[in-house]
């Protein structure tokens, strides 16, 4: 039985594509030149979403590079030839070994990958991009890979930005309708702002919701013309709630 012997994907690389010379059987085609992909990135909306296409030759070991794959990298088009080395030695030193891996798989089976990962351009900027592509089997071998590679650094730090975003007007709004309900209760019971506090509290520990939805609640009832002969009602609820004083909490 012959021994079986494991290579990483960076050694099947570089073992594939020198012996893949000449495998190119008659009906493939010269690659000269690529264009770039559309784009569209519902973060951006309008702005531009910088992105790639490529062309990896199997059997001349050629790889072309559209003008976006140049930029995604930090370069402009005819400062570099771009190789299997060049590319991966771009990819992040924790991304690049599972990079190296599934192109290897693809280059010895065919079939499509995508890969989430982080580039480091030749300004030493770190990209997230999104690697996705095809194995092109012709005659039962693979004989080319072709894909794209999408930079979504900006699309995530605006998704993030936007996130923080609404999470300040989600807290400012809360403290808003707390501030509201608290006015109401001062004014319909003549107590202080503190003890009105600690009555929503108690109402919200009292019925297990939300300190903002009992806020909510009675503020609803305030502003509605219909609902506004319960107000009175509510808020006696609450003084009865109140008078039960669990924990105190702070105002804020």
Same mark, same amino acid.
């Given at each position: 039985m012959g021994t079986i012997r494991r290579v990483s994907g960076r050694q099947y690389l570089e073992q594939c594509?020198?012996?893949a010379r000449g495998r190119l059987?008659?009906?493939g085609w010269p690659v000269t030149e690529l264009r770039g992909p559309y784009t569209y990135s519902s973060a951006l909306g309008d702005s531009p979403c910088g992105a790639g296409t490529f062309h990896v030759d199997?059997?001349?070991?050629?790889i072309h590079w559209s003008d976006g794959m140049f930029q995604l990298h930090g370069y402009r088009r005819g400062e570099v030839v771009p190789t299997l080395e060049l590319l991966f030695s771009h990819k992040h030193p924790e991304d690049r070994p599972r990079c190296e891996e599934i192109v290897a798989q693809v280059v010895r089976t065919?079939?499509?990958?995508?890969?989430y990962h982080r580039v480091i351009d030749a300004q030493g900027?770190?990209?997230?991009?999104?690697t996705s592509g095809d194995g092109i089997v012709h005659d039962g071998r693979v004989t080319a890979l072709e894909g794209v590679m999408i930079d979504l650094t900006a699309t995530l730090q605006r998704e993030t930005e936007q996130t923080a975003r609404d999470a300040v007007a989600g807290a400012t709004s809360t403290r808003t309708v707390i501030d509201q309900a608290r006015g109401i209760l001062m004014g319909q019971l003549k107590m202080g702002s503190e003890d009105a506090f600690q009555m929503l509290v108690s109402t919200s520990s009292h019925r297990n919701v939300k300190l903002v939805v009992v806020a909510a609640?009675?503020? $609803?009832?305030?502003?509605?013309?219909?609902?506004r002969n319960y107000l009175e009602t509510a808020v006696?609820?609450?003084a009865m709630d109140g $008078?039960?004083?669990?924990?105190?909490? $702070?105002?804020?």
């Open positions: 594509v020198p012996t059987l008659q009906g199997l059997a001349s070991g050629k065919g079939g499509y990958f995508c890969m900027r770190t990209r997230r991009v999104l609640e009675l503020v $609803q009832l305030a502003n509605s013309a219909e609902s006696k609820a609450i $008078q039960r004083r669990p924990v105190r909490q $702070q105002a804020g």
